[in-house]
């Protein structure tokens, strides 16, 4: 005899806000966001991979930063890599443009990209794609022009380098760049999303930002880098104490997060990209309002009310 045994586990599903005549989740809402990609820095992570972010509304779907992984948490969310075209990227760390190679060859040909892959980032955004295409030119050749004929337009790239303003609009979707102070790392950009009377803001890699604040002030969700404090962490991993100094002040700290929150009062205040409890905690200090931890795979629901829901196992 055969016992199939079959294990359901729910997703936690947390909601925001006061419209009593919110019906359920699995109604068409203005935005949806998915966190594909939650770790933070470069690190290799198996549990949270690099930073990636999609936002869904009125019928368009946008990438903000592209770290390692995309791609196959993409597939795991039930998207095809070919109906992703348009890459926004806060700037070109490695933690945050890993998959870009991935994205492009990958979304191409068979999973149905025939136009080019857009791309707008920060300096030096166009001359990365324009070498990425020459790095990987023998495997475009044989797929273009030889085996498969795969299109030719959606092996193309258009890159742009963005200065901050809007950059895109479409179908009632517009997305801000906004600087941020990530150090030296300059320019660096934060984006802020608008669809359907909604709203949400990404902060990339940042320092606490006066600008962030201004361009997130009374956003719905405000997606926010957190940095480690740990000295110690960063010295056992093999960094002189000058290198762990540097990155740290390079970021925003938990409690500065806080602050940030508390000025800007998003309905709801994310980390994505790194953060755990102990941020949390440190956050309190500063902030009393909504905030959750993403992992991989988080889904927020952004219309009369927020709702954010964990990855289903
Ligand atoms: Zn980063
Ligand atoms: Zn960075």
Redesign the pocket.
Known sequence: MRLTVGILIAAAVLAYGQDKDFKSSSTTVPMKITILGSGGGPRPNPIRYGISILVEAEGEKLLFDCGRGAVIRLAQAGIREGEVDKVFL??L?S??ILSIPDLLLTGWGEQGRNTPLRVWGPTGTKSMMNNLLKAFEFDIHIRRDVDEKFSKEGVAVAATDIQEGTIYQNRGVKVTAFLVD?GP?KP?FGYRVDAGGHSVVMS??TRFSENLIKHASGVDVLIHEVGGRDINGFLASGLTREQAESIID?HTSPEQTGMVFERTKPRLAVYAHGGNAEAVAEARKTYTGPLEVADDLSTILVGDRVEFMHRVQ
Do not use: L
């Open positions: 806060t700037h760390h933690d945050h990530h790392v660096a990339g890699d390079h």
